[in-house]
């Protein structure tokens, strides 16, 4: 699998990475091995995950995710070659949650010994903290990575005015910054005024920040559980419109063109889009896992990507729609 660098950082990840929120949860250890087996056999070496994974599973308090993958990196001896990711900032059992210098240094250590590491690759802001000072908050990530505890940083769950105003106070102290940002993102565009609670989509703003400033973008719930190609899988509300039946239309007509399934191509747009946004998989079935791996062999022409990126565009001609 090939290998992307994390915005100006010397952390390269494979250009697929494995969502974990219920890896040791949900899915016991046996499974979950197995998983991360498949998923490390095929050049997958980026896997993500958050202290509070899966806090709200019955039975479960946190940290269930992280220890897992603990675990299975002891176990495989592999953790030189896998590139860790983790957050902090919601709260769960025995933490209060925030961006408090604090609350940074107490949840890495946590974090590390779930993990049984001794450094994570990227730690993220998993939301935002507006009663802590962004001085605090970015001082404290970057005596990490000074400490060598933590690689990089990121934000996921952000603002973008909020990632700017933090790499702007960075950069008067000559702290480290944010590098890579992970939010929601897939194919079809959320209606105007779509709420996601403390989730917050990649914007085109995002994108243009992004590009000028070298940070890398990170997708997730980029398949909407299954809601693309399941019939028991209702498309969630935030996406139900006109706009979005003229793109699943693109969609399978693409699909159909390239002899793909609907979720590949959305992995294939997402790594050939500018720019590029590395897609976060969370099969739990390995022929979901493969599916999502075998998308790395599909390739779309110019006239495709064009024909993704407009349609539900209201400018732009529909004739590909009419019936012959």
């Not at 699998?1 to 100006?8: A, C, L, P, Q, T």
């Not at 806090?55 to 940290?63: F, K």
């Not at 139900?240 to 399978?252: D, H, I, K, T």
């Amino acid at each position: 699998m090939e290998k992307v660098r994390i915005g100006n950082t010397n952390v390269e990840v494979s250009t697929l990475c494995m969502g974990t929120d219920l890896i040791g949860s949900k899915h016991d250890a046996e499974k979950s091995f197995t998983l991360f087996d498949f998923f490390y056999e095929k050049g997958g070496t980026f896997i993500d995950t958050a202290n509070f994974y899966a806090s709200w599973y019955p039975g479960c308090v946190g940290g269930e995710s992280e220890t897992t993958i603990g675990n299975w990196m002891k176990s495989r001896g592999n953790r030189e070659d896998i590139v860790i990711s983790s957050k902090l900032a919601f709260d769960y059992p025995g933490c209060d949650g925030g961006l408090t210098a604090a609350e940074i240094e107490r949840e890495c250590e946590k974090s590390l010994k779930r993990l049984q590491t001794d450094y994570l690759d990227i730690f993220y802001a998993h939301r935002d903290d507006f009663d802590t000072p962004l001085e605090e908050t970015m001082e404290a990530f970057d005596r990490l990575i000074k400490a060598g505890k933590v690689r990089a940083i990121g934000a996921s769950n952000l603002w973008l005015w909020r990632i700017a105003e933090a790499n702007a106070v960075s950069a008067h102290h000559n702290w480290s910054s944010y590098s890579v940002v992970e939010q929601r993102y897939t194919y079809l565009r959320p209606r105007h005024g779509a709420d996601f609670g403390p989730q917050i989509c990649i914007s085109e703003d995002m994108k243009r920040y992004a590009s000028h400033h070298t940070i890398t973008l990170i997708g997730y719930s980029i398949l909407l559980q299954g809601a693309y190609t399941r019939d028991d899988k209702p498309m969630p509300a935030q996406f139900v419109g006109p706009e979005s039946n003229e793109r699943l239309a693109a969609l399978r007509s693409v699909a159909q063109e390239v002899g793909a399934t609907p979720n590949q191509v959305i992995i294939a747009w997402m790594r050939q889009s500018t720019p590029f946004i590395l897609p976060i998989i969370a099969g739990y079935k390995i022929e979901h896992l493969a599916e999502n791996i075998d998308a790395l062999h599909v390739r779309l022409s110019d006239e495709q990507m064009e024909l993704l990126n407009n349609a539900g565009n209201p400018d732009v001609k529909k004739a590909w729609l009419q019936p012959e």
